[in-house]
């Protein structure tokens, strides 16, 4: 039996992703009570078999404060149930949350009279730092549609066999900042910069005007082939320490070359390796994310 716990600021995405579940199979429950976390794991214990097998619920903000802070240690008594637990925690920049509850004029739940908008988001983020912090999967949604969020739920969580280690290999801008869902970051701007070459400047890391050019560094084939060495070697040691997820950023000063084309070797490379390998280029809003082996 499988229990995903998804959790999140409000407005970040968590209704997205129990529909998704839902649509996949999975028995949903929004905004469950902490309370009734064990309850439902025994009822699940003595349901028919297949009824209860996979099931996903939502905790938030919601739930009494002190429950969310002692979370730890529920978290430590579901690891003895006798049914497989992950965590994913969604999350948006604050700006992004404000945008979005001023665009749907929802109310946020911890706000009301004495509190504001925005400060009903910063107290949620603080409220829900125990689960953040226990998250198997974290992601940053600030810069994902429904759509392309729906899509990465289902080839993270849902696309993967149980035991294996999904990857995915994003690009980004450094100018734009890191992304905060990052479990490992590269960077690869010492690497020599197609956006200097005015021929090249219009082209992307996915256009072959600008793979040519990179392949014809020595850098470029030196970094590559240090940081396939260095994931060789760590990442088996991540899958046996029973970590489900791997968010590997690699950026460059605007992530739109160098770093779009490092992380699409990469994420070549790796698909021949683990069934489950995502790429991502975040500065590239019109490129959709795309499984490791797919040509587009």
């Known amino acids: ?31 469950l009570p902490i309370g009734l976390l064990f309850p439902l794991i025994e009822e699940a214990g003595n349901a028919s078999p297949h009824k209860l097998r996979n099931i996903a619920a939502s905790i938030d903000a ?42 749907t004029r929802r109310k946020h739940p911890l706000s009301d009279g004495r509190t504001s908008l925005r400060e009903a988001i910063t107290d949620e983020k603080r409220l829900l730092e125990p689960l953040a912090q226990l998250a198997d999967l974290y992601v940053d949604t600030s810069e994902l549609s429904m759509y392309e969020l729906r899509d990465m739920i289902k080839q993270r969580i849902v696309g993967r ?79 046996a320490s029973n970590r489900s997820y ?13 770093s779009v084309y490092m992380c699409d070797q990469l994420g070549r490379y790796f698909s021949q390796k683990y069934s489950n390998v995502q790429v991502r280029h975040t500065e590239l809003p019109h490129l959709h994310p795309t499984t490791a082996d797919d040509p587009s």
């Open 62 to 103: 919601r739930n009494l404060s002190d429950e969310i802070a002692h979370f730890e240690t529920i978290h430590e008594r579901l690891s003895t149930c006798g049914m497989k637990v992950e965590i994913v925690f969604l999350d948006a920049t604050d700006q992004a949350l404000l945008q979005r509850f001023h665009a």
């Open 161 to 239: 066999r149980e035991q294996e280690l999904a990857l995915l290999f994003q690009s980004f801008g450094f100018k734009h900042g890191v992304p905060v869902d990052s479990d490992y970051v590269f960077d690869v701007r010492c690497l020599p910069n197609p956006y200097w070459d005015a021929n090249l400047r219009k082209f992307t890391g996915v256009d072959p005007e600008v793979q040519t050019f990179l392949e014809s560094q020595p850098e470029t084939r030196e970094m590559l082939e240090t940081l396939t060495r260095f994931l060789e070697t760590w990442l088996p040691s991540f899958q």
């Open 1 to 31: 039996m499988k229990l995903i716990i998804v959790s999140g600021r409000s407005g970040s995405g968590k209704s997205t992703a129990l529909h998704v579940l839902e649509d996949l199979g999975y028995y949903c429950i929004d905004n």
């Open 246 to 258: 791997m968010t590997i950023s690699i950026g460059c000063t605007g992530g739109q070359h160098r």
